[in-house]
């Protein structure tokens, strides 16, 4: 698939995972290189989603439909092969992406869902070769804040990965 990417605005790339209990979510501008991850309920991703435009949705194979019922017509979805969406593979290539033994340092631990978000995002940077995101290849610092979400008003958790 091959997207273009507009220079003057935010260009965000999304990865929606349907766990057990909640959704995982992970966004990357490729504009600016901002880089965030977080979980919550259908309804809080659904707003999430809203927010943040996302020219392209990540999800995993066989579950175009399921997204498009629970969360309309989002940018374009792209499924991509199970493996990608395994925990194991996302903790991988996150650790290797920002040089890490672990994501502990980074107060992502808990959020199971959101990591395997954000590795489906990386991996599909390294299978289409995207060569403007440079920016998010250095050691980043993280910030963990909470955000409300639509009208439940109820907290959900965000990781924020930054340039320094």
């Known amino acids: ?10 260009n965000f790339l999304a990865a929606v ?9 992970a966004f990357l501008d490729i504009s600016t290189g901002e880089f965030l991850t977080a979980e919550g309920t259908v309804e809080t991703v659904d707003k999430w989603l809203a927010d943040f435009a996302p020219k392209e949705v990540l999800v995993c194979h066989g579950l175009r ?3 498009g019922c ?7 979805v792209f499924e991509m092969e199970d493996w990608v969406f ?6 991988d290539r996150l650790q290797r992406h920002f ?3 672990g994501l502990k340092g980074f107060g992502v631990e808990d959020l199971e869902d959101g ?3 954000a590795g489906a995002i990386l991996v599909y940077l390294d299978r289409t070769k995207h ?18 979400s639509g009208s439940t008003n109820s907290p959900s958790t965000a990781l924020s990965l930054c340039d320094r």
């Not at 995972?17 to 979510?25: A, I, L, T």
């Not at 395994?86 to 903790?91: G, I, K, L, N, S």
Request: net charge positive; proline share 3%; aromatic share 6%.
């Open 70 to 76: 629970t969360f309309g017509p989002v940018g374009s």
């Open 131 to 148: 060569t403007q995101v440079g920016h998010t290849s250095r050691r980043s610092c993280v910030s963990r804040r909470r955000v409300t």
């Open 1 to 10: 698939m091959t997207m273009c990417w507009n220079g003057g605005e935010n």
């Open 65 to 67: 439909d399921r997204f």
């Open 86 to 91: 395994m925990p194991d593979t996302a903790r």
């Open 99 to 101: 040089e890490t033994v």
């Open 115 to 117: 990591i395997v978000a």
């Open 17 to 25: 995972h349907f766990g057990r209990s909640k959704c995982g979510v």
